[in-house]
């Protein structure tokens, strides 16, 4: 009965004549394009995404060729990741649980609508991909699949055939399939523009540091130089337009951005995190423009909202971020926070200025002719228009509830009479 039912999620051999699978080039994937003309008897087009992972994909698509694709697509997709994705998640100050740049969360519907563009183009009637049944790139992968094409058959090989990694070297030795030479890698790699996250092996030991081999583009913050670098970075809307004076666009910028931070050791994350399927896991990443430009972003954004803004916008931030993180891109709430979002976002134009030093980055200034700060208001100079005999007033109002709680509230001997003078 219970294997009646999963079956029904999953699509049966005799369906499926032509499917899409989204390909990454790696051992899981490969072993996955032999096994689907194997087991499903049917075609195979691959598709691989460029979202800024350092990968040769000239290599990536001859491998699949040589496994016997039917077609493959390889989709410079960097532009679209930074302008539709990344800059959406700096303006939402997006960091999951505190920590995280929601860096793959963010890659995942944008690989799931090229996949299903290309299905709908080819006429495929599955798409297939490399996520295991534990993680959250299932989900995200499936419910943007079946949101933009319901039709579709989703094949996810990793869930169904439960095999091991030495399982699936030993497939890959007896079907002619390259074995990658990361294989003896205890680690699983997820890698583009916004970050690069790190898993297994040891860091699933959470008492234990992340051993130095863990990190691959971040100098340790202890080697790092021992003088600081300073950078501003300008911003238009809430977007990041230019370093240092110089304008450039999201990809070029973030680039930038990577390699400074690269440099100083920014961006090590090291955070348990909650996922979407209920499990509670350590995960290592390394964010270096995505640290430098959230940091950059939220304190600009500070200085031109009202402290009401502030408030309540970390609540939208939250459950934006929240929702990208659970897969649920295609949720219209979505749209909705982001009205809000960019709303707010039209005054955040200015610079921030940061120093990069030994891991750390810290704003060390900002600037923008929204901001709501004036020099002679805040002064504790004599030239301050501060009327300090208004706060008299204030402090006599603004505590007023509070005063009459302490004096009315339930004591063992009963209230206290009410014809204290509050005022
Ligand atoms: N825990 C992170 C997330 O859910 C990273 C996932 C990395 N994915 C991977 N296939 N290695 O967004």
Redesign the pocket.
């Known amino acids: 009965m219970l294997k009646e039912k999963v079956a029904s999620f999953t699509a049966r051999p005799d369906e499926v004549d032509l499917c899409v699978l989204l390909y990454s080039g790696g051992l899981d994937t490969s072993c996955m394009l032999v096994w689907l003309q194997e087991k499903y008897n049917t075609d195979v087009i691959t598709v691989t995404l460029n979202v800024g992972q350092a990968k040769d994909f000239r290599e990536i698509e001859e491998k699949a060729k040589m496994l016997g694709v039917k077609k493959h697509y390889t989709i410079d997709a960097r532009e679209e990741f930074v302008n539709e994705y990344i800059m959406k998640a700096i303006k939402a100050n997006a960091l999951y649980q505190d920590a995280?740049p929601?860096s793959?969360?963010l890659s995942r519907p944008l690989i799931a609508k090229w996949g299903v563009e290309i299905a709908k183009k080819e006429g495929a009637d599955a798409i297939s991909h490399g996520?295991t049944g534990k993680?959250?790139?299932q989900v995200r992968f499936s419910v943007t699949i079946n949101t933009l094409a319901p039709e579709m058959k989703i094949i996810a090989p990793v869930v169904e055939w439960g095999m091991s990694r030495d399982d699936e070297i030993i497939y890959a030795q007896e079907h002619g399939i390259p074995i990658p030479v990361t294989v003896n890698s205890p680690y699983?790699?997820?890698e583009n523009l916004w970050g690069r996250?790190i898993?297994c092996g040891v860091l699933e030991h959470p008492e234990v540091e992340p051993p130095p081999d863990v990190f691959l583009w971040t100098t340790p913050p202890e080697k790092a130089p021992n003088e600081p670098c300073y950078v501003e970075i300008g911003f238009e809307e809430g977007v990041p337009v230019s370093v240092d004076g110089v304008r450039m666009n999201g990809v070029d910028l973030i680039m930038k951005l990577h390699e400074l931070g690269c440099i100083h050791g920014v961006g090590r994350i090291d955070h348990m995190?909650d996922?979407i399927v209920g499990l509670k896991?350590r995960?290592v990443y390394e964010c270096p423009a995505a640290t430098i430009l959230l940091k950059a972003h939220k304190d600009l954004e500070k200085f031109v909202c009202t402290r009401h803004e502030n408030a309540f916008k970390k609540l939208v931030d939250e459950q934006w971020t929240s929702l990208v993180?659970s897969g649920l891109w295609v949720e219209p709430l979505m749209e909705d926070l982001e009205a809000f979002i960019n709303n707010v976002n039209r005054k955040v134009t200015g610079t921030v200025r940061l120093k990069l030093f030994k891991g750390n980055v810290s704003v060390v200034g900002r600037s923008s002719n929204y901001a709501l700060y004036d020099e002679n208001l805040a002064t504790y100079d004599r030239k301050s228009t501060f009327n300090q005999l208004a706060s008299l007033g204030f402090i006599e109002l603004w505590g007023l509830q509070s005063r009459m709680a302490q004096v009315v509230k339930p004591k063992s001997g009963g209230i206290q009479s009410k014809t204290v003078k509050y005022m």
């Open positions: 995280y929601i793959s969360s996520c993680g959250n790139d699983s790699i997820d996250s898993e995190e996922r896991s995960e993180y």
